[in-house]
């Protein structure tokens, strides 16, 4: 018996309603596998792949590229395989099997030359980078080159203004210097995907130039949508703070040592060891490792660490990192690498932004010494860290100078007190101490 | 490698991993944290990028000789 279900819009973070769905990467009568990337959705934040979550066969496409739908319209009909194909509706409804970091990928995916920032600009003002002189060191394109060509837009005499195409058939046609306005759309309403892209390219046409003006101010969306979703946080999460100063001498001496005998590209960074010593500390105190729904509080069986990632040019993003607490140091830096990649590259999956169960702020990288974070909601704690300083430091009796950082914990009151959000900080203090556990793949409790 | 080579090296791997920056006004003795706002990661992947490039292997013991665009270009002049 053949099961037939609907593949939804889903919700990637608290602060999504709608979803413009960008390009479907299938046809109908397309087997899916899941995991599989079927489709990119943009929201207020950044273009996002979407995965499928069970194998399949797409019966029918529902929504036309270019069409804002709400969070759980169903997008496409699948059939055969598993009984449900739903992307998880809501973060706070148990997720479906998701898809990890692949084992092995240790390597980022390289982006192009061309930073996030400039390619939302270009998109959302309908420039084409391909047609862009870039003034940059190595002729990449910059900011101030995007405004330039969106203010003076040179029109194609064979179709003005603005190619309609997909982020991904940008990226490609960039990619491959294929002028957008000289390919031909075969998507629906003439879009032009990837495929027409690659198509063009063999075929080498000669460039002609098209852009367009539609200044729209991506960074002001994601702006808005991080000062909504800050607004929800404070208005509804009675927060609570507490600091800790952890000694790192032994972490970070465990840590050169280790690395010292490692290639370049099998190091370890400080936060690999931060970010693992919070996901052990989550499940030794789960209070924290959850969601608060529907006025009551939901543990997590797992957890997904939630990395604040900053953007170049300013906006932040918080993917997920599955399962951190079992993986080890190494796999978890592997995870850490792709998706700091992914978010700067504008190239996050669906899977890696709807479901944290707790997110770590990592802001010490430059500057400051502590940081005293805003929960995102339904999430129910946030974890900080700030700059590993040298201080004076008081061990078995004796002052030195100490590496240090301070560790935060911003957590809801409706769910824990004081005493409990004390514990888990004290659990991440035990566990640098004892920086070979944290290498463990996370031992059963 | 002579130090206009190593620069060359240093500033095209530096385009990629911080695009959009405009390297022509970076100060050579300025620290690439501040200016160009790298974070470990970027840091690490510059790191990486240069072995890729000229197969030097940057050790740890050696980051604060590798953090303005000055001592990188020392440091590949001298070992690459």
């Given amino acids: 018996m053949t099961a037939v279900a609907d593949f939804r819009m889903p919700s990637l973070g608290a602060d999504m309603d709608e979803g413009t769905l960008v390009e479907w990467l299938v046809a109908p009568g397309d087997e899916v596998r899941r995991g599989q990337v079927v489709a990119v959705v943009d929201t207020a934040k950044a273009a996002i792949e979407v995965e499928v979550f069970a194998d399949g066969v797409v019966q029918e496409l529902l929504v036309e590229p270019g069409t804002t739908v709400a969070v759980g319209t169903p997008l496409a009909r699948l059939s055969g395989g598993d009984a449900t194909v739903d992307a998880p509706p809501a973060p706070e409804v148990t997720a479906p099997p998701q898809v990890k970091v692949e084992p092995g990928v240790t390597a980022p995916p390289k982006p192009p030359p061309v930073s996030p920032v400039v390619r939302h600009l270009a998109h959302q003002a309908g420039v084409d980078l391909a047609a862009v002189a870039g003034t940059g060191p190595h002729g990449e394109v910059r900011r101030q080159d995007v405004a330039r060509a969106a203010k003076n837009p040179v029109v194609s005499p064979v179709r003005g203004g603005h190619v309609p195409a997909s982020p991904r058939a940008r990226r490609r046609a960039l990619e491959l210097g294929v002028e957008l306005a000289d390919v031909r759309g075969t998507g629906p309403d003439s879009v032009v995907t990837v495929l027409d892209v690659e198509r063009a390219a063999a075929a080498s046409q000669p460039a002609t130039r098209a852009e367009s003006t539609a200044p729209v101010d991506k960074k002001q969306a994601m702006r808005d949508a991080i000062g909504a979703l800050m607004a929800r946080s404070k208005r509804e999460i009675p927060h609570y703070y507490l600091r800790n100063t ?13 690395n010292a005998a490692r290639g370049v590209g099998d190091r370890l960074v400080p936060a690999a060891l931060l970010l693992k010593a919070a996901a052990l500390a989550a499940r030794q105190v789960p209070q924290v490792n959850g969601s608060y729904v529907d006025d009551a509080f939901r543990p997590a069986d797992h957890v997904h660490l939630g990395v604040a990632v900053s953007l170049r040019g300013g906006g932040l993003v918080a993917p997920a990192i599955h399962d951190a607490d079992q993986l080890g140091l190494d796999a978890l830096m592997a995870a850490l690498k792709d998706v700091v990649a992914r978010a700067r590259s504008g190239r996050l999956r669906a899977s890696q932004m709807s479901d944290p169960t707790l997110t770590v702020t990592n802001l010490g990288e430059r500057g400051v010494e502590e940081v005293q974070g805003v929960i995102y909601p339904p999430q129910v704690a946030l974890v900080g860290f700030g700059t590993v300083v040298e201080r004076p430091w008081v061990a078995d009796g004796t002052l030195g100078v100490h590496p240090v950082v301070v560790a935060t914990l911003a957590a809801d009151h409706r769910v824990t007190d004081g005493h409990t959000g004390g514990r888990f900080l004290a659990a991440v203090d035990a566990l640098l101490q004892d920086p070979g556990r944290l290498d463990s793949e996370g031992e059963p409790e | 490698m002579t130090p206009d080579e190593a620069r060359t090296v240093v500033t095209d791997i530096l385009g990629r991993i911080a695009p959009g920056e405009d390297l022509t006004d970076v100060e050579p003795d300025a620290d690439l944290r501040d200016e160009i706002d790298l974070d470990s990661l970027d840091f690490l992947g510059m790191v990486e990028a240069i072995k890729e490039r000229t197969g ?13 665009l000055a001592g990188v270009a020392a440091y590949l002049a001298t070992h690459a």
């Fill in chain 1, 246 to 258: 952890v000694d790192l001498t032994r972490a970070l001496a465990w840590l050169t040592e280790r």
């Fill in chain 2, 56 to 68: 030097v292997d940057v050790p740890e013991e050696d980051y604060p000789k590798v953090r303005t």
